[in-house]
């Protein structure tokens, strides 16, 4: 219910009483005053409402189960029950509006949907100081009164968005009723990476590969030929044939398969318009896209004339069209993969978002109807704490003015790391225009009860901190730029004084509990981010075991505090792979010969001549040559936001003799993503990797001893990813295998421990 109306009267100090006149008495002294309606053929969500309705109102009273007394003058009318033709045609603008009337005699909920009547139970009961904050009987707010009663009203609710979807919920009864009880649903925006399903590889490639897209002179199934005739009556009969099975589905994914690979065939490159989308660092397909959808569309208009089509604005079809208008039954949603995920629109530090305001501009105006899909987790980041409140307190009300049909958020909503943020996104996206502030003073006294005041300042510091970052790379790369050694002691400042309020006082104790897990899962990953970053990968492994427990600990709590998707999955495929590497190659016998500094001179090469003009030559004077950080700052973070290209790199080291004789390895914990290596002149090898996969080389034939040597890289990064990367981008070392035989100078594991240390 949005707070600005709000008309509770319950016996809660606090709360402004209304007289008894203007009031109606649900519940006295545990014995029900009222009896309830249900149409002769009740609808599953309708018999949900009331037995909601039973539980929550006896919850409400104080007691296991309500009484019936002998006199029931009140009726709660439910669903097709609820007589009342004048609000419900007003409910009726909105598949999910619901009124509810309040009177001596009578209470009608019913909605336009048997979902929506669902909701107008769970508004009813929100007046009455209900709350659903997260997932489960932990989420749960609702106070004992002795004597329950509501204030006479005839009101209608309609959603400002009529779809209100939080993609990558954790799939479980815990969440799909914290859905419900949170009014989120609504027509589901269907997933539009769709071109494998309308025109099936398994199906044509073989007989027919000239469907599918040519790249490189070579046909591949990862997109499709749209510019074949035969390619649009596939998909457009693979949408009838669909729509025909099951008729209750009119909205179908029109868009293409996600990742690159689209078509270079004569045909297909003669419908771009040569618009270059700096973004993605591609021409822009979008012009050839919407004539491929929109005669998809004609031909399926045909036989169902009712058929809506549904694709992203993403990857290099986000920006709009210059010369194809899309069908009016096309409805695109905003999903700027491309742009900063840390920051909200209208962010001075980000002017990226403010592009993305102008996309939704740019999209409004020739489409009727608008999602957004945005991000609200910096995407493959492994479900770190990061507070986005203040982002979408601007962004939700901005879609709103600005036409947005609906949402379809992408979000891993772990409870544990993002506080208050899921119910925060649910309430705004059912009624905009409500004031944040007070959402948030309620959230914060009702969840953290004498906890509240450190835990709102834990919460909002997060949200702050940001905010404000001046980076905007993708994952975790920027963490310990926003949580740096003074915020992450503030931190645990709140945490320690919340737990010593709440101390043995439930629920509020395990809330502020899953809280200081969450900054454990925290100061996991940094203590392990900075040893690998110096090179101590035994405490570095050691943190990463940590992280691991806590991750899992989040996993398994129930309900389900991080989606499987999330957390120890996106640990293990991000960051596990280089600290396990890197700990078993300076462990057991092995030896970490060199470690690279952070800074490294390089050189841009937009115009890939570096090879020709030999910057990988030992004669080269490099001096006059930049410096630039590898592993603590994205390129992104050092002014190369939007650079695609060759960098070349270069370092010069001396190494003893003593190494002389073993074997040497030069080992990178992340490049992304193609790169040469050279040293002393020679060419070693090259690799393709995406940043985040350790690559290895063997450099002993190269390397000399008592001299300097020089280690070049060429780095190719060619292709736009979501992280915002870019050349090397974790920690080198060189490295030497145990002998087979042990050697007197072999330490044991303590003391590679001190030594690296």
């Not at 065939?265 to 012009?287: H, K, M, V």
């Not at 629920?507 to 203590?527: K, N």
């Amino acid at each position: 219910m949005p707070l600005r109306t709000l008309l509770v009267l319950v016996t809660i100090p606090g709360l402004a009483a209304l007289s008894a006149a203007e009031s109606v008495v649900l519940v006295d002294g545990g014995v029900a005053q009222f009896q309830f309606a249900l149409p002769d053929q009740p609808d599953e969500m309708e018999i949900k409402a009331l037995e909601e309705l039973e539980v929550y109102l006896a919850r409400l009273a104080g007691v296991e189960a309500l009484e019936r007394g002998p006199e029931t003058p009140l009726t709660i009318e439910i669903g097709a029950a609820a007589d009342n033709d004048a609000l419900r045609e007003r409910a009726a603008a909105d598949p999910s509006g619901f009124f509810i009337e309040v009177t001596p005699a009578v209470i009608r909920l019913a909605g336009a949907t048997p979902t929506a009547t669902l909701y107008a139970a769970y508004e009813l009961l929100e007046r009455l100081g209900c709350r659903w904050f997260m997932p489960g009987e932990i989420g749960e707010v609702v106070p004992r009164v002795g004597r329950v009663q509501i204030a006479t009203t005839a009101e209608v609710e309609l959603p400002d968005f009529t779809g209100r979807i939080l993609q990558a919920l954790p799939r479980e009864e815990a969440s799909d009723e914290w859905a419900l009880r949170n009014k989120l649903g609504g027509p589901h925006y269907p997933g539009s990476h769709s071109w494998a399903r309308l025109v099936r590889e398994d199906e044509y490639f073989e007989t027919h590969p000239e469907y599918f897209s040519l790249v490189d002179g070579e046909r591949t199934p990862k997109q499709l030929c749209t510019s074949n005739p035969e390619v649009i009556r596939i998909a457009a009969q693979s949408i009838i044939d669909r729509h025909a099975a099951d008729p209750s589905v009119n909205w179908y994914g029109i868009g293409p398969n996600d990742g690159a690979g689209y078509c270079e065939c004569p045909d297909c490159l003669a419908q771009d318009t040569g618009d270059w989308d700096p973004f993605a660092n591609r021409i822009s397909i979008t012009d050839r896209f919407l004539r491929f959808a929109n005669a998809v569309a004609e031909q399926v208009h045909e036989v169902y004339p009712e058929i809506k089509f549904a694709f992203y604005v993403y990857s290099n079809h986000m920006r709009p069209p210059l010369e194809v208008m899309p069908d009016p039954s096309m409805i695109p949603a905003i999903a700027p993969i491309h742009l900063c995920r840390l920051h909200g629109m209208a962010n001075p530090v980000c002017p990226e978002r403010n592009y993305h305001q102008a996309l939704i501009r740019d999209w409004t105006r020739i489409c009727p109807e608008v999602y957004h899909r945005g991000y609200s987790y910096n995407l493959a980041g492994p479900n770190l704490p990061l507070n986005y409140v203040s982002r979408w307190a601007y962004e939700i009300p901005y879609c709103k003015r600005a036409g947005i049909t609906g949402f379809r958020i992408e979000t891993q909503m772990s409870w544990a790391n993002y506080g208050p943020l899921g119910y925060v996104l649910a309430q705004l996206m059912w009624d905009a225009d409500q004031d944040v502030q007070l959402l948030l003073e309620d959230y914060y006294d009702k969840f953290y009860g004498p906890a509240a005041n450190p835990m709102q300042e834990y919460w909002t510091r997060m949200d702050r901190e940001r905010r404000d970052a001046p980076c905007h790379t993708g994952n975790a790369v920027n963490i310990p730029d926003i949580y740096t050694p003074p915020v992450m002691k503030y931190l645990a400042e709140r945490i320690a004084l919340a737990s010593k309020r709440a101390a043995d006082t439930q629920p509020y104790a395990e809330r502020v509990h899953i809280a200081a897990q969450s900054l454990a899962y925290l100061d996991a990953f940094l203590t392990m981010r900075a040893a690998a970053e110096s090179f101590n990968f035994i405490e570095a492994k050691r943190a990463l075991d940590g992280m691991r427990a806590v991750g899992q600990w989040m996993h398994d709590y129930q309900p389900r505090l991080v989606g499987a998707g999330g957390g120890v999955a996106r640990i293990d495929r991000f960051w596990a792979s280089e600290v396990e590497q890197a700990h078993e190659r300076t462990t057991g016998g092995n030896s970490l010969v060199y470690a690279f500094p952070d800074e490294w001179r390089v050189y841009l090469d937009p115009l890939d001549v570096g090879e020709d003009l030999e910057y990988f030559a030992r004669r080269l004077d490099d001096s006059s040559w930049q410096t630039l950080r590898t592993y603590s700052a994205s390129w992104s973070d050092q002014g190369l936001r939007y650079y695609k290209g060759v960098m070349w790199y270069r370092h010069s080291l001396t190494l003893e003799p003593r190494w002389a004789g073993r074997r040497l390895m030069l080992w990178f914990g992340g490049i992304d993503e193609d790169a040469k290596v050279w040293v002393n002149d020679t060419y070693i090898g090259e690799f393709d990797t995406n940043g985040w996969q350790p690559v290895e080389i063997d450099i002993t034939h190269a390397i000399r001893y008592e001299r300097e040597n020089l280690v070049c890289v060429k780095v190719t990064n060619a292709v736009v990813n979501e992280l915002g990367c870019g050349g090397i981008t974790r920690p080198v070392m060189i490295w030497s295998p145990a002998r087979e035989q042990p050697q007197a100078d072999e330490q044991p594991e303590e003391q590679q421990a001190e030594q690296q240390e």
